[in-house]
């Protein structure tokens, strides 16, 4: 079962908990008060820190670049963030209504580039930290403006 034991206590995120997960070694989470995210860009022919972009939880969603220099991520706080990929300056925060701890893509339909994103119950991290809260999973559909390159100061449309 990936590491997971059914039936496994749920561990006190503010102890050290190897409860029944696998996460390739020995882990020690932040206590969730404490507990942040962050992302950071780096230029890949020198190796060099680019930017950084600090959240106020941890960073659990996908992120995902596109050509237009946009990247889009999620919050466990239940934002959906587009940033500036070549600066990190963030562009736009929109609510989603729950935690972000799913899967961000974007994809063309009909002519329109559209970004999709998951949030909700956000699986075992509900279990370590229930304070995330979160409820039935859902995907929110935000429209980009044809201008979609960072330039752009409003990249998103209203979700459908």
């Given at each position: 079962m990936c590491g997971f034991q059914e039936g496994a206590t749920p561990p006190d995120p503010q102890k050290e908990h190897t409860h029944g997960w696998y996460f390739g070694g020995e882990t020690k989470f932040d206590p969730w008060p404490a507990a942040r995210g962050r992302l950071t860009a780096f230029d890949a022919s020198t190796g060099k820190e680019k930017w950084r972009y600090d959240a106020a939880k941890p960073l659990v969603a996908g992120v995902t670049a596109t050509e237009g220099d946009l990247i889009f991520t999620g919050e466990l706080t239940g934002d959906l963030v587009a940033l500036d990929a070549r600066t990190g300056k963030?562009?736009?925060?929109?609510?989603?209504?729950?935690?972000?701890?799913?899967?961000?893509?974007t994809y063309n339909a009909r002519g329109v580039q559209n970004v999709a994103i998951v949030s909700g119950f956000v699986g075992v991290y509900n279990?370590?930290?229930?304070?995330?809260?979160?409820?039935?999973?859902?995907?929110?559909?935000?429209?980009?403006?044809?201008?979609?390159?960072?330039?752009?100061?409003?990249?998103?449309?209203?979700?459908?």
């Open positions: 963030v562009l736009l925060r929109s609510a989603l209504g729950g935690p972000a701890g799913g899967g961000v893509v279990m370590v930290a229930p304070e995330i809260g979160g409820g039935n999973t859902t995907v929110t559909i935000f429209r980009l403006k044809r201008d979609q390159t960072a330039e752009s100061r409003s990249v998103l449309n209203q979700p459908r």
